[in-house]
């Protein structure tokens, strides 16, 4: 099994991911989980933080001359805003936040809650999503994520390839398909800003190259759609989440549903056997399992919770109405969830793919890959 934990806050020294079940034998490129990382940090409508860390990977264990060992992989994201022996706590809690929540849960301060809950914790599990999209890249997965929906506006703009589509994205200012959006967009989150409130949106997520069978029919708790739901819905913000249709397959008929199953004999070769499909409304997924299509997963975030114009609260000590606190903040982040949601979904894909070809080695996984794809064909 492929799997990771976190830890550390906010403001604390560090922030960890170990991740156990990684597969010996692949050579690293810490680089590309620097990018992911500086990704994570941009997109217009984020606040000063960003401007004081500078995310950078250390991998503290599980690598030998950059190479996997198949032992657990630590990865390190130092805080350079380290400061929490010297903040203070808050006595009125935020709404939207698991203030009030936590420090009635834990019967203690608000600091304890916030510092752990905080957002901030989600650098290092983009890391460990960028490690994994290395493995799912050696097999020919590719992984991206963008804004499809920020504030109400509604972005479509999907022409092209993946990497065509990644190239686009990387022009735009808050990570959708479509740069010439931006100013509109900018303009936006500039009027919310100055107003003291913050926006929310929708991300989306596509996955290519998948073979069939990621996955499981056989118990509930390993179905790959269910897996990568709650994968996403642990994300700060993340209020809702739909693989393919989503909500929309409950307001029509069958027929304008479900997908037609086409045989080409030209992609035989390829990922989905040359089974095609002339829509992709399942997103990829049927029965908890792979389809050979692509995986098309969205959600939504909400708007940040905390507000420079703090909406009503009690004062925790006095039991009076005051104005919940409020502590630096970004206006949007949506574009930096785009980042985080893409990175999730590959980690749970990545775990799907170790389960089904194994996890020891690469050259094991390979060869059962290849023998897997040969059986397939004949079948």
């Known amino acids: 099994m492929l799997r990771y934990w976190t830890a550390g806050e906010s403001h604390g020294k560090t922030l960890l991911a170990m991740v156990d079940g990684f597969p010996a034998g692949l050579t690293l490129e810490t680089d590309s989980i620097d990018n992911e990382l500086a990704r994570r940090q941009g997109g217009y409508g984020r606040g000063g933080r960003q401007r004081i860390e500078t995310d950078k990977v250390e991998i503290l264990t599980g690598v030998w001359k950059n190479t996997t060992l198949g032992s657990p992989i630590t990865?390190?994201?130092?805080?350079?805003?380290?400061?929490?022996?010297?903040?203070?706590?808050?006595?009125?809690?935020?709404?939207?936040?698991?203030?009030?929540?936590?420090?009635?849960?834990?019967?203690?301060?608000?600091?304890?809650?916030?510092?752990?809950?905080?957002?901030?914790?989600?650098?290092?599990?983009?890391?460990?999503?960028?490690?994994?999209?290395?493995?799912?890249?050696?097999?020919?997965?590719?992984?991206?994520?963008?804004?499809?929906?920020?504030?109400?506006?509604?972005?479509?703009?999907?022409?092209?390839?993946?990497?065509?589509?990644?190239?686009?994205?990387?022009?735009?200012?808050?990570?959708?398909?479509?740069p010439t959006r931006d100013d509109e967009i900018k303009e936006l989150i500039d009027k919310t800003g100055k107003s003291g409130d913050t926006l929310g949106g929708v991300v989306e997520v596509r996955v290519e190259g998948l073979p069939f069978g990621l996955g499981t029919h056989a118990q509930w708790d390993r179905k790959l759609d269910g897996r990568i739901a709650q994968a996403v819905m642990a994300v700060q913000a993340i209020k809702g989440v739909e693989i393919g249709m989503g909500f929309e397959a409950a307001r029509r008929p069958g027929s304008q549903v479900h997908d037609a199953i086409v045989y080409d004999e030209s992609q035989q070769d390829g990922p989905n056997l040359g089974y095609t499909r002339p829509t992709n409304n399942a997103g990829g997924l049927e029965a908890g399992m792979t389809n050979g299509q692509p995986l098309i997963v969205r959600a939504a975030k909400k708007p940040i919770s905390t507000l420079r114009k703090g909406l009503d609260s009690v004062n925790l000590n006095t039991k009076q109405p005051e104005a919940a606190e409020y502590e630096r903040s970004d206006v949007c982040a949506v574009s930096a969830a785009s980042v985080i949601v893409e990175n999730v979904v590959a980690f749970e894909v990545a775990g799907a793919l170790v389960e089904k070809f194994g996890n020891d080695s690469m050259d094991e996984l390979q060869a059962r890959w290849d023998l897997f794809h040969d059986m397939a064909k004949r079948r």
């Not at 929490?84 to 698991?98: I, M, Y």
């Not at 957002?119 to 799912?136: I, P």
């Not at 509604?154 to 994205?169: F, H, I, N, P, S």
């Open 75 to 178: 990865l390190q994201v130092v805080n350079r805003d380290y400061k929490l022996e010297r903040l203070g706590d808050l006595e009125r809690p935020r709404p939207g936040h698991g203030d009030l929540t936590g420090a009635v849960k834990f019967l203690g301060p608000i600091r304890a809650i916030l510092e752990r809950a905080s957002a901030r914790e989600t650098a290092v599990r983009v890391a460990a999503g960028a490690l994994s999209k290395q493995l799912l890249g050696a097999f020919g997965i590719q992984v991206i994520g963008f804004v499809r929906e920020l504030g109400g506006i509604v972005v479509d703009g999907e022409e092209g390839d993946l990497e065509q589509q990644k190239q686009l994205r990387d022009q735009s200012i808050v990570y959708t398909l479509d």
